[in-house]
């Protein structure tokens, strides 16, 4: 749900945070109270154009931000900022923002995150549904209008199941156009895969091979001055005229003959023979690195070769010796399918015409499930708008085969309605009138009120040319819709109102010489002024009928 919404210097608008209420919300006030400025403003935030005309005068910049609740979201919105690199945001809080400048800036954030504004309005779709003369009319599209459908009617599982054989059906062509080739490049595929194959295969190679090669080749190629550097340290510990271990015999028979004038000085006696163990075991391991080393120019030559080939398997097939191997296994996949081409088209061919049956059988299921789901549908709608009005008017689905089949089934659907008797149905999107295209919207609204997944419902002039009667069902439509989604709703009539769980109001004043607009929540009591205001006046006569519509 919208719980707050937040408009600054905003045509009328100067600084505004409205904090909104569960269930149906109602704006009221008097014409030019700018009380569509609320509904601007959620279209700015929800990704729509931006108008810089509509920049307070005076001011540089205008801005609108507005917090959502996203506990009850059925739409994958986690997986969705995790993708576009957005922040999750706290407590389940969706924070949507929009500024922008005279200058022409243009700036958007998701959860303090700037975004695009084709992200801002992919999220809008999700979070608010539109209804009247604005955009966000969801029901409008056919691809909508199947779904809503097919939730009716429980269609899903059905509906699924179909996708599901378009889906494979799709991957099999994917494999038959990979081998339907003309047989000059079938050739030149052939050769290529063989060459691959029959080089990655012949290095015999072991995934981490690189760094053991790379480490015995350094070694290998410095081998003369490894060994050069080691014989001349044990020269200097053992084998020259002033080698360590001859002066450390000098000052061991020195220290002795001290002790035996001090028997003090015995740590520095056990500290020279540490020393001397010490010089011994040093002598000992480089005599045994010495030996290893090994100046073999052959060796040297095949560790540079094996380095060569590494690295330029490595620099044609993947940047790792573990991606070479993976690239040389499906390369070998590969190869095995074009060398038996024939049979695996037969096979591909004949997996086709079985999944081809599949997908008929299954569309004319779903299509006849559909059919019967569309007379329920329609009697469902037609009876939620004879009661706003339409007594005569006629609400229908129109079917037809789609060509080709899509992972939605082999139909293509269209919401049509008829207001006046004597005139033809004719598609939703072709409705002229704002109101009656509100009216049929909350119809819809209501019989789909639990299958519907947008948590956010707007109506604007929804009461056009209604009154009597029809305003009360309007009101109380509203109220039932609002039991499952947030409603909100401009309306000028008293009756639409009333049932409202939230009833705000909107005026327009002059404050420093500077006209403003300001939205205010109603307490009981001034809800009784606002609807007798809107019923005529204050008199007794029209507050007893604001409180009876209350009550």
Not at 228 to 236: E, G, M, T
Not at 351 to 364: M, V
Not at 393 to 405: E, L, T
């Amino acid at each position: 749900m919208l719980t707050t919404l937040r408009i600054k210097n905003l045509a009328l608008v100067s600084d505004l945070t409205l904090e909104l209420q569960p269930g149906c919300n109602v704006i009221t006030g008097e014409t030019g109270a700018g009380k569509s400025i609320i509904i601007g403003a959620l279209n700015l935030v929800l990704g729509d154009r931006a108008d810089r005309t509509l920049i307070r005068s005076g001011e540089e910049s205008c801005a609108v931000e507005a917090v959502f609740d996203t506990r009850k979201l059925r739409a994958p919105l986690k997986s969705f900022l995790d993708e576009n690199g957005l922040e999750p945001g706290d407590d389940h809080q969706l924070v949507l923002k929009r500024a922008f400048t005279s200058a022409g800036a243009n700036r958007q954030f998701i959860n303090g995150s700037p975004t695009t504004l084709a992200t801002l309005a992919t999220l809008g779709e999700w979070l608010v549904d539109m209804h009247g003369p604005h955009d966000h009319q969801s029901l409008l599209h056919a691809g909508k209008q199947l779904l809503i459908l097919d939730a009716f009617g429980g269609l899903e599982k059905l509906r699924e199941e179909f996708g599901e054989l378009v889906r494979r059906r799709a991957a099999l062509e994917n494999e038959q156009s990979a081998l339907i080739v003309d047989e000059k490049t079938y050739a030149q595929q052939l050769d290529l895969l063989r060459f691959q194959v029959q080089e990655i295969s012949a290095a015999r190679l072991q995934a981490d091979e690189d760094k053991s090669v790379e480490e015995e080749f350094n070694r290998a190629s410095n081998a003369a001055k490894l060994l050069q550097l080691s014989r001349a340290a044990l020269d200097a510990l053992s084998e020259s005229e002033n080698a360590l271990l001859t002066q450390s015999g000098v000052i061991g028979r020195a220290l002795a003959e001290l002790q035996r004038v001090d028997a003090g000085a015995g740590s520095l006696v056990t500290l020279h023979a540490q020393a001397s163990e010490t010089l011994c075991e040093l002598q000992s391991e480089l005599s045994r690195y010495a030996d290893k080393v090994d100046v073999d120019p052959a060796r040297l030559a095949e560790l540079e070769e094996r380095l060569n080939l590494i690295h330029t398997l490595k620099r044609k097939y993947g940047a790792t010796l573990a991606e070479v191997i993976v690239f040389g296994d499906e390369a070998k996949t590969k190869l095995q399918a074009l060398e038996s081409r024939d049979a695996e088209l037969a096979r591909l061919n004949a997996a086709l015409e079985k999944l081809d049956a599949e997908i008929q059988a299954a569309g004319k299921k779903l299509s006849a499930a559909r059919k019967k789901v569309i007379p329920q549908l329609a009697k469902a709608v037609g009876k939620q708008l004879d009661d706003l009005g339409f007594k005569q008017s006629k609400f229908d689905v129109a079917i037809a085969a789609a060509a080709p089949p899509s992972a939605s089934g082999s139909d293509d659907i269209e919401f049509q309605f008829a207001p006046n008797p004597g005139e033809p149905a004719k598609p939703l999107r072709a409705i002229a009138s704002s109101g009656e295209m509100a009216r049929v919207m909350l119809a819809l609204k209501t019989v789909l009120a639990a299958e519907d997944e947008i948590p956010v419902l707007v109506f604007d002039e929804v009461d056009a040319n209604v009154g009597g009667e029809t305003a009360n069902a309007v009101g109380e439509k509203m109220k039932q819709i609002a039991a499952k989604r947030q409603v909100f709703c401009i309306t000028h009539l008293p009756q639409v109102a009333a049932p409202a769980d939230a009833h705000y109001v909107v005026t327009k004043l002059v404050k420093n010489g500077r006209t403003i607009s300001e939205i205010a929540l109603l307490d009981k009591k001034s809800r009784v002024t606002e609807l007798a205001r809107m019923l005529g006046g204050q008199t007794d006569a029209a507050r007893k009928h604001a409180e009876a519509l209350l009550k």
